[in-house]
Structures are given as C-alpha cells and as structure tokens.
C-alpha cells in the first residue's frame, strides 16, 4: 500500500468511447503525475500537476485530458483513443517536483487495453 | 535537462549469487538518484535514493547503491540475490532546488533480471 490508489485496475474500452481514470493520493503531497508504459518502451511522463496547476504536458495527443481538481485527485479523461494506446497508466506523487521532496510515489496502475 | 541509461536490458543471476546492475545519468549538478523496482503487473515501489552526503545507500531488501560522481554513475547491487528478487529495475534522476531540470523523475528504460534457480 503505497498511499496512492487507482481506478479502475483494468479498462477495456472502444476507439469511440469516453472513459477516465482516477487516482487519489492519501500522503498530504502537493505534487502529481501521470506516466505511461507500453511494452518494450520506458516509463513516459505525460502530465505533471503542482499545487493543481499544470506544470509540464509532454506532447501527449489532446485525446487524453487530465484534470486536477485538488491536490489529492487526478484523473486521466480519455476519448477517441487508438488501439496503440493500449499500456499501463502509473499515477504518482510527490511532494514536490523538484529538489529534496521529489520521491515519487506509484499507484498500481490502470491497464487500459483498446479495442 | 537530466536523462538516465541503463545498459542492460536484461540479467540474468542464479539464485544465491551477487547482483550488480548498471545505471548512467547526465545531469548538470549532482542529482537525486533513485532506484525503483516493478513486479508484474504491479506499480512501481522506492528501493533506495541519494540526495546527498554518504555515498552508498541501503535500501529495502538488502539492496544498496553506491554514487560515484567521477563515473556518473548510481549502480545498484546486492550479495545474495532471492528469486523474489525477479522484476523490472528503473534507475531514476531528480532535479535538485538550485540544479535545475525537468520537473518529476527520469527513469531509465529499465533492467530486466531473471533469477536461475
């Protein structure tokens, strides 16, 4: 039990249907991020919300959209979605985002599988 | 900005054997290092970090790392490896306050160790 919770564990959904994720974290921290993980490929840091803000979006495609609407909240709306993005999604948190109070912590993930 | 290389994809140890895996960073000051550790179908949980001082660190299930700033490297090991040691291993970088640097952790792509009985 890492203080940060995710759902749902598994979600398969159609190219044209609208879906979210959710994480919430447990640790009082003021920092969260969305990543993902494809097989074959390194961890991708797709969104980093500080204090509810967004401070980083790495090119991720406008089909997914995140949204912040505490510290401890998170979700990952998706839609229109393609099957190649079919991965496991890692919520996280930290502290900070940078500096001494930047450990991450991980949920378990959402295994998204599009059909 | 900071980046991680993990030059073995995958190693494979027998079980009672010593295990060292490699991780390389690029960073323009020291950093904060990190090793993280994915079992299947899992998230990924903090073995250890370095922020600063002592340059070896222990970690959670008798795994230790060692910062060595002259080969920019933060390499992970343990003497006796157990097969519940099998998993994904990330080395990560952080951006320190005054160094400046992407926001969150860069991983690496990842070690895969494979346990021999």
């Known amino acids: 039990e890492t203080g940060v919770t995710q759902t749902p564990r598994h979600l398969v959904m159609g190219m044209t249907n609208k879906k979210s994720l959710k994480c919430e974290q447990h640790l009082g921290h003021n920092a969260m991020y969305w990543y993902k993980q494809s097989a074959k490929k390194p961890l991708e840091l797709m969104f980093v919300y500080n204090f509810k803000e967004q401070t980083e979006n790495n090119s991720v495609p406008s089909r997914f959209s995140p949204e912040c609407p505490n510290s401890s909240h998170l979700f990952l709306h998706l839609h229109t979605l393609q099957p190649e993005d079919s991965a496991l999604y890692l919520c996280?948190?930290?502290?900070?985002?940078?500096?001494?109070?930047?450990?991450?912590?991980f949920g378990e993930g959402s295994w998204l599988t599009v059909v | 900005a900071q980046s991680v290389t993990q030059p073995d994809i995958h190693i494979t140890v027998s079980e009672g054997a010593s295990l060292e895996l490699r991780c390389n960073y690029s960073y323009g000051a020291t950093p904060y290092l990190f090793w993280y550790v994915q079992s299947p179908g899992q998230g990924l949980q903090l073995l250890l970090k370095?922020?600063?001082?002592?340059?070896l660190v222990q970690g959670i299930k008798g795994f230790e790392a060692e910062f060595k700033r002259s080969q920019s490297s933060f390499n992970l090991r343990k003497p006796s490896v157990h097969w519940s040691d099998a998993a994904e291993y990330f080395c990560?970088?952080?951006?320190?306050?005054?160094?400046?640097?992407?926001?969150?952790?860069?991983f690496g792509k990842g070690t895969h160790l494979i346990i021999q009985p």
């Open positions: 996280a948190s930290s502290q900070d985002t940078q500096g001494s109070g930047n450990t991450i912590y």
């Open positions: 990560a970088v952080g951006a320190t306050d005054s160094g400046g640097g992407a926001d969150g952790l860069t």
């Open positions: 370095y922020f600063s001082g002592d340059t």
